[in-house]
């Protein structure tokens, strides 16, 4: 039965403390921080979309230069903060780390990242300044990922930012999507207020792009836009039964849980989760430690394709989340509606899947998955959509913004269609990570200062 209130406030505390905690001693820091090689060409600068200098910040901190360090990261990555918390780093910096090639434990990056980054912002080291005011007038769609890190980099330049948010918080889906044992809405409110505490950005919350104002009178009133307004909702199933109470949107799941106490979200006692993305795991592993019974992630292809990652399947695996691979959601069945159903929409009772099976390589030697017609029942209460999202289309085209099924199309990474309007992050990407919406944000920047001045 879906409920809220299932744990104690003891258990929900526990369930969604830091998952990666930091270190506990100065001296842990330390001893981590020598044990990097400061290879030269390093591969874990490489592989970081930002291009953190990541042997020069740990050789920071092994001579205690930690303002140094901070630094050296808040320059390429001005979240570099929020990043060593959610950042997959065992796709990037630390997955590139030479130590994977001796078969050791490789550096551990993101811990020595947030060591450096939360003493600059508890000490609100303020370490870069604003140029003098240049008279120049950016306007920025969002103020997630990709709108602060355009914002930050503007107003070093002396330009005077203004950016326009829906929401009535910053931080965009590190404030309202991401799972809260990674990072939590107090530690999103800190990094905006420490980004902006440069100056020259004012963030107008509660004013959306299409309701409250108009991509004209932005071109108007600015000499240029950065349009940052990430992607939409869960992608539908299309399927049967997909309205019925209980068949929930990833998304608006964790939002809800990131706007309220844990224990006034409601969760089932058998709940299905349909994808395998970050996403998914995300919204299986938080319905669990919300006190679902059971939950099951169900992905259409197998283990090889999933698109997160092997340590965030070892964490749903962990909380004790179930997989059924290479199956797909074909319909949602549900009780009648009750007199006492508000909406009248009945009530989810079973996901019937159809099971999958490789068929033959293609030229590239892939293998897709093609369907058996066979199916499968599961017993569940709750169903949560996560198979993606879906971008912004009708936004892209009241506006006329050239786009791809919603996608902002842009041309040198960052310039859309119309003149002085640039865009990035997710809405032109449809959807990566933090630390790519932050490069996004400050190429945008750069094109825009090329264009201004
Ligand atoms: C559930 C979930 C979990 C994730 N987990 C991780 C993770 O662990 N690690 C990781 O690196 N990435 C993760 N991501 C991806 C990451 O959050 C995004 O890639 C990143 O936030 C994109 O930044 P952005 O600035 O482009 O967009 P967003 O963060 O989406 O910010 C867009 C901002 O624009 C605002 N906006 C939208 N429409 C309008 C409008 N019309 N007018 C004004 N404002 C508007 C929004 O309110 C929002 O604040 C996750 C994503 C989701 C959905
Ligand atoms: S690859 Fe590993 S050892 Fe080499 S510089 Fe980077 S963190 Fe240090």
Redesign the pocket.
Known sequence: MIQNNRLTTEQYGQNFSDIHPPFETEDAALVEANRCLFCYDAPCTKSCPTGINVPKFIKQITTENIKGSAHTIFSSNIMGAG?SK???VEKLCEGACVYNLMDETPIHIAKLQRYSTEIAMEKKWQLFDRKPSTGKKVAI?????????CAHTLSREGIDVTI????SK??????????AY?VTPAFCEDEVNYITSIGGIDIKYN???????TLEELQANYDAVYL?????LARQLEIPGEDLNGVVD??SF?YELRTNNYSALAVGDKVAVIGMG??AI??ATQAKRLGAKEVTLIYRRTQEEMPCTEHELNIAKLDGCNIIWLATPKEVIGVDARSDDPVGRGKVTQLICETMKLGDPDASGRRSPVPTGETIALDVDMVIK?AG?MP?ED?ANINHLENRNGKLTVKEKTATNLKGVFA??????G???????VQ??KDGAKAILNFIF
Do not use: H
């Open positions: 990043c959610v950042c997959p769609v969002g103020a997630g990922p990709a709108g602060l890190s326009y948010e829906k929401e910053g931080g965009g889906l590190m404030t309202y999507g991401i799972a990674k004013q959306e792009l299409g309701k409250d104002i940052a307004f990430g992607v939409g990833a998304i964790i970050m996403t995300d919204a996560a999202q912004f936004m990035g992050g997710d809405c032109v990407n959807g990566k990570e933090v630390v790519d919406a996004s944000g």
